[in-house]
T-cell receptor, first 114, second 112 residues
Framework: AQSVTQPDIHITVSEGASLELRCNYS??????LFWYVQSPGQGLQLLLK??????LVQGIKGFEAEFKRSQSSFNLRKPSVHWSDAAEYFC????????????FGTGTLLAVQP | DGGITQSPKYLFRKEGQNVTLSCEQN?????MYWYRQDPGQGLRLIYY???????QKGDIAEGYSVSREKKESFPLTVTSAQKNPTAFYLC???????????FGSGTRLTVV
């Protein structure tokens, strides 16, 4: 079955430190992959997406993600975290076919220490 | 500006009552979706619609109903048959060609 897994439920980093959030996918073919961010009580904002081509994808707010087919991963990175990055992050994928159904991971809650 | 409007932001209902959540988009997107979010469970798909007058069940459709009479609107009714309706509900829309979703700001439903 198609699935997206985020192994880390909660991560705490210090402000200014680098960040990597993990995401693994399970699809029959290469899926379209997305990272979203959600502030408390709000909707989801798209950070970046991967469809094909260059495996390193740049997004908004200084985030990037790298698609690694050999590891079935699409990890999100940021070189220096700001306190305003504290939020919940969701990895999601679409497996193609007749519908655009987006399948979400369970999310990673990021806390930023001063 | 184009976007998705969900209303109300907060909703309280007594147990056993049906309640309807509103979702309106002015993005001219063909497809619309309803997700339910619970802590630690991510987002789970309730219903989706790819075209007017047509919709499909998602993974957790029991106790919910929808309609799609207009392209812009996709209301969700939480019925009394839904055993645990208290949750955060998110509506989204997409242009099928772009494979990207736009989300509303959500409705938090509390049933007491």
């Amino acid at each position: 079955a198609q699935s997206v897994t985020q192994p880390d439920i909660h991560i705490t980093v210090s402000e200014g430190a680098s960040l990597e959030l993990r995401c693994n996918y399970s699809y029959g073919a290469t899926p379209y992959l997305f990272w979203y961010v959600q502030s408390p009580g709000q909707g989801l904002q798209l950070l970046l997406k991967y469809f094909s081509g260059d495996t390193l994808v740049q997004g908004i707010k200084g985030f990037e993600a790298e698609f690694k087919r050999s590891q079935s991963s699409f990890n999100l990175r940021k070189p220096s975290v700001h306190w305003s990055d504290a939020a919940e992050y969701f990895c999601a994928g679409i497996g193609g076919g007749a519908t655009n159904k987006l399948i979400f991971g369970t999310g990673t809650l990021l806390a930023v220490q001063p | 500006d184009g976007g998705i409007t969900q209303s109300p932001k907060y909703l309280f209902r007594k147990e056993g009552q049906n309640v309807t959540l509103s979702c309106e988009q002015n993005l001219n997107h063909d497809a619309m979706y309803w997700y339910r979010q619970d802590p630690g469970q991510g987002l789970r798909l309730i219903y989706y619609s790819q075209i007017v007058n047509d919709f499909q069940k998602g993974d957790i459709a029991e106790g919910y109903s929808v309609s799609r009479e207009k392209k812009e609107s996709f209301p969700l009714t939480v019925t009394s048959a839904q055993k645990n309706p208290t949750a955060f509900y998110l509506c989204a829309s997409s242009d099928r060609g772009a494979y990207g979703y736009t989300f509303g700001s959500g409705t938090r439903l509390t049933v007491v």
